[in-house]
C-alpha cells in the first residue's frame, strides 16, 4: 500500500547538478515530515536533509549547505532534493524517508533508494 519511489539519480560529474524525486502514495503525504538520506558502502547512513510538514521548516548537514535544496509539492505527493556542485563524496545510494511519530497514520517508512555516483 505505502510507497516511496526515488527517481533522478545517476553519473554526474564533479561540479554538476541533479534532482533527486521522491513520488509517496498509501498515505497522507501532507503530514509527514520528509527527509533525505545517504549511505556510502562502508558508512554509516546519514540525514542529508529534511523538510517538515505544514510550515516547511528545513535543515540540512553541514556538507551539503549551499548546495542542496529540498522542497515539497504536496499536491503532488512529491518531494525534491535539488542537488548542485556536486562532489565525489556525494556519490550514495540516496533514500527518501517519511516520518510522522504521532497521531492516527503515523508511520516511518523509506524508499528503495537510488544510486548517485559523482565521477568523472
Known amino acids: 500500500q505505502v510507497q516511496l519511489v526515488e527517481s533522478g539519480g545517476g553519473l554526474v560529474q564533479p561540479g554538476g547538478s541533479l534532482r533527486l524525486s521522491c513520488a509517496a502514495s498509501g498515505f497522507t ?5 520528509m527527509k533525505w538520506y545517504r549511505q556510502a558502502p562502508g558508512k554509516e547512513r546519514e540525514l542529508v536533509a529534511g523538510i517538515s510538514m505544514f510550515d516547511d521548516v528545513t535543515n540540512y548537514a553541514d556538507s551539503v549547505k549551499g548546495r542542496f535544496t529540498i522542497f ?3 499536491a503532488k505527493n512529491t518531494v525534491y532534493l535539488q542537488m548542485n556542485s556536486l562532489k565525489p563524496e556525494d556519490t550514495a545510494v540516496y533514500l527518501c524517508n517519511a516520518r510522522r511519530d504521532y497521531g492516527l497514520g503515523r508511520g516511518d517508512y523509506w524508499g528503495q533508494g537510488t544510486q548517485v555516483t559523482v565521477s568523472s
Not at 29 to 33: A, C, G, T
Open 29 to 33: 503525504f501532507s503530514l509527514y515530515d
Open 72 to 74: 515539497r509539492e504536496d
